[in-house]
């Protein structure tokens, strides 16, 4: 199917690190669910260089938001670091994806594991103020490698700051010492029992579900480990308790 486009322009473009940004755009005819995805397209040397991307943004919002991280030589996510407010983009006007909670069913502990900029579809859901309806507790994990790429924490705050004890936020720090974050993998520490020691909630197939996204390698690891405890894959005509998404 060809991909339709908004004319969409640059309204602003946080520069969290050296290599992680957000973009927030103005398109307003684009339409999505919160968690989903589109497409993002820029004209390089004359030809159009599209990539998928989450928003960040919930849909009841105002402004698109996407959040990146730019891949060394990537052809599309170093141009985008690059762009300046007012600049044109190509937006994907509906979004896709089955990261999103009408897909799984109503459960007590959701918990939603991201590896670097995969934080994002995460954060578009827990705006939405009605997905909190589908679930009771809600355990956000972030992977990062290095404390100084956890972002948005001020938005986490504020998710805080409404919804108290039901949300749970646990950091891993991979490649430094970080006195507030879990070290190392999350799928070693699924294993060992740390993480949801570090939750103080179990991982049992009554009362979970999972959702996993971001670095492919961690998405397979997880599910390696989340089957040994007796969770298996989500799928519309299977029930299950595993839902992901891979970033490439
Ligand atoms: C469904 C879906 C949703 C996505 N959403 C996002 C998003 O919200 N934010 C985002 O930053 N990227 C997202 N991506 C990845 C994005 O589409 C691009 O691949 C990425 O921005 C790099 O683009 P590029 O053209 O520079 O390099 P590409 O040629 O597309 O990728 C080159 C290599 O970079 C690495 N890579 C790609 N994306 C990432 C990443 N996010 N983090 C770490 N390493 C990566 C992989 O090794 C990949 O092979 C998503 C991908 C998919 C399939
Ligand atoms: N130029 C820069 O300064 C800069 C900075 C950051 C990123 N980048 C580039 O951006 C790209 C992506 O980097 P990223 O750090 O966002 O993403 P990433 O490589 O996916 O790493 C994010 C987190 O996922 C973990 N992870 C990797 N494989 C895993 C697995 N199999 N199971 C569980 N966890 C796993 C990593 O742990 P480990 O640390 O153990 O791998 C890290 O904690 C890379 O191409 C990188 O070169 C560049």
Redesign the pocket.
């Known amino acids: 199917m060809t991909e339709k486009w908004a004319q969409g322009e640059v309204l602003s473009i946080k520069h969290w690190t050296e290599s992680l940004y957000s973009i927030r755009i103005l398109a307003p005819e684009v339409k999505f669910t919160a968690g989903q ?1 589109t497409k993002i397209s820029l004209n390089i040397n004359n030809e159009e ?1 599209a ?4 928003f ?1 943004n919930s849909p009841n919002e105002e402004f698109l938001e ?6 060394p030589n ?5 141009e ?1 670091q690059r762009l300046k407010i007012g600049d044109p983009v190509s937006v994907g006007l509906k979004g896709n ?1 089955f990261l999103v909670l009408n897909e799984i069913p109503k459960v007590e502990n959701i918990w939603m594991l991201a ?4 934080i ?2 995460y954060l578009s859901i827990l705006k939405t103020k009605e997905s909190w309806g589908k679930f009771e507790n809600v355990i956000l994990i972030h992977a990062v490698r290095y404390s100084k790429e956890l972002a948005y924490q001020k938005t986490i705050n504020e998710l805080k700051e409404i919804y108290g004890e039901r949300l749970i936020y646990i950091t891993y720090v991979s490649r430094e010492n970080s006195e507030n974050s879990l070290e190392g993998r999350i799928p070693k520490s699924i294993g060992n029992g740390i993480l949801e020691k570090a939750a103080n909630i179990k991982m049992s197939p009554e009362n979970t579900h999972i959702m996993l996204c ?2 492919p390698e961690m998405v397979k690891d997880t599910t390696i480990e989340l089957k040994k405890i007796g969770l298996k894959k989500h799928r519309r005509n299977s029930p299950g308790h595993i839902t992901t ?4």
Do not use: C, K, M
Request: charge should be neutral; glycine fraction near 16%.
């Open positions: 995805y260089v990539r998928p991307y989450s960040v996407f959040y990146s991280v730019s891949v990537g052809p599309l996510s170093t985008l994806g590896t670097g900029t995969a994002g579809p971001g670095n998404e891979n970033y490439w």
